[in-house]
């Protein structure tokens, strides 16, 4: 069964700061997806960034990076330039890469944004 | 843009009422999840189904049973509802392609 572990139950960044999330994840699986989410207070969960395992290249997107280590099973999420909007739960997430595969979330980690 | 609708936000009841949580997407997604949602443990599958009448367990699915008539829609039922069952209850839909999970709001359970 896959596990994913996020080990910091709670971050917090001044406002235009750069923070790193940290998750790990354990797998014997090859071929597989990883995901960050985001859930801001009473509100919708969604897709921050993904990433496929088969890519050695760390996904990016705007503000938000990756630093995905395959071998250590490691998948941390870069927030630069922090701002306000970024406070949230965050949620580091696995899925196999088939048709049928159920996501498996971590704990979550709860980022505050300080002005 | 794809959404998933739950049909409460918030919900009280009384312990060993039926509950009913209805969930509906308009993506034509195969695959429909639920999710719990509590401090500290994350989001932990309750059950999923991979297209219509299917479904399988998840990891916590004592007290909990679903239905998937219709494509579009995935409904949670908690035949007797419990104290321990007081939760945010998510639903979700997949995108087969790309893995990715698209949820509604949430529906905020409490089990008097």
């Known amino acids: 069964a896959q596990t994913v572990t996020q080990s910091q139950p709670e971050m917090s960044v001044q406002e235009a700061e750069t923070v790193t999330l940290s998750c790990t994840y354990d797998t014997s699986e090859s071929n597989y997806y990883l995901f960050w989410y985001k859930q801001p207070p009473s509100r919708q969960m969604i897709l921050v960034i993904r990433q496929e395992a088969y890519k050695q290249q760390n996904a990016t997107e705007n503000r938000f990076s990756v630093n995905f280590q395959k071998a250590a099973k490691s998948f941390s999420l870069k927030i630069s330039d922090s701002q306000l909007g970024d406070t949230a739960m965050y949620f580091c997430a696995f899925i196999r890469g088939t048709s049928y595969g159920k996501l498996t979330f971590g704990q979550g980690t709860i980022l505050t944004v300080h002005p | 843009d794809v959404k998933v609708t739950q049909s409460s936000r918030y919900l009280v009841k009384r312990t060993g009422e039926k509950v009913f949580l209805e969930c509906v997407q308009d993506?034509?997604?195969?695959?429909m999840f639920w999710y719990r949602q509590d401090p500290g443990l994350g989001l932990r599958l309750i059950y999923f189904s991979y297209d219509v009448k299917m479904k399988e367990k998840g990891d916590i699915p004592e007290g909990y049973s679903v239905s998937r008539e219709k494509k579009e829609r995935f409904s949670l039922i908690l035949e007797s509802a419990s104290t321990n069952q007081t939760s945010m209850y998510l639903c979700?839909?997949?995108?087969?392609?790309?893995?990715?999970?698209?949820f509604g709001e949430g529906s905020r359970l409490t089990v008097l």
């Open positions: 993506m034509d997604h195969e695959n």
């Open positions: 979700a839909s997949r995108d087969k392609n790309t893995g990715e999970l698209f």
